[in-house]
């Protein structure tokens, strides 16, 4: 049984409404100063971008004055985002690494990712 374009596009709609979070979606990049120093900074590639984080195995540990949380986690976002191992994705106040893109997950319409969590 083939769907439809309406009935994909129904189908993608519901399946954005899974995602409850909104990340930020930064890249790695290099610009020099006026001095010739090359400064290391990141660019956002993707704002606002529907988002799951999954944890997939991930702990507090105690530091001096806070607890940090420490871990990896599988992120979902929809297929069509720019994201790339090495970007940064932020949500709120937590950032993570990916490390490893995954397939595409259900029907086409979302990407799992794999990441570490920086902060």
Same mark, same amino acid.
């Given at each position: 049984?083939?769907?439809?374009?309406? =009935?994909?596009?129904?189908?993608?709609?519901?399946?954005?409404?899974?995602?409850? #979070?909104?990340?930020?979606? #930064?890249?790695?990049? #290099?610009?020099?100063?006026?001095?010739?120093?090359?400064?290391?900074?990141?660019?956002?590639?993707?704002?606002?971008?529907?988002?799951?984080?999954?944890?997939? !195995?991930?702990?507090?540990?105690?530091?001096? !004055?806070?607890?940090?949380?420490?871990?990896?986690?599988?992120?979902?976002?929809?297929?069509?985002?720019?994201?790339?191992?090495?970007?940064?994705?932020?949500?709120?106040?937590?950032?993570?690494?990916?490390? #490893?893109?995954? !397939?595409?997950?259900?029907?086409?319409?979302?990407?799992?990712?794999?990441? =570490?969590?920086?902060?």
């Amino acid at each position: 049984m083939m769907l439809s374009a309406q =009935e994909l596009q129904l189908i993608a709609r519901d399946l954005l409404r899974l995602l409850p #979070e909104r990340a930020t979606v #930064e890249r790695a990049s #290099e610009a020099t100063d006026r001095y010739g120093v090359v400064q290391h900074t990141y660019t956002t590639v993707a704002n606002d971008v529907p988002c799951r984080v999954a944890p997939v !195995e991930t702990r507090y540990d105690p530091a001096r !004055e806070q607890m940090k949380l420490r871990g990896d986690v599988t992120l979902v976002l929809p297929r069509d985002v720019d994201v790339r191992v090495g970007d940064i994705v932020a949500l709120g106040s937590r950032r993570y690494r990916v490390v #490893e893109m995954s !397939e595409l997950g259900t029907v086409g319409f979302l990407r799992r990712v794999a990441a =570490e969590v920086i902060r």
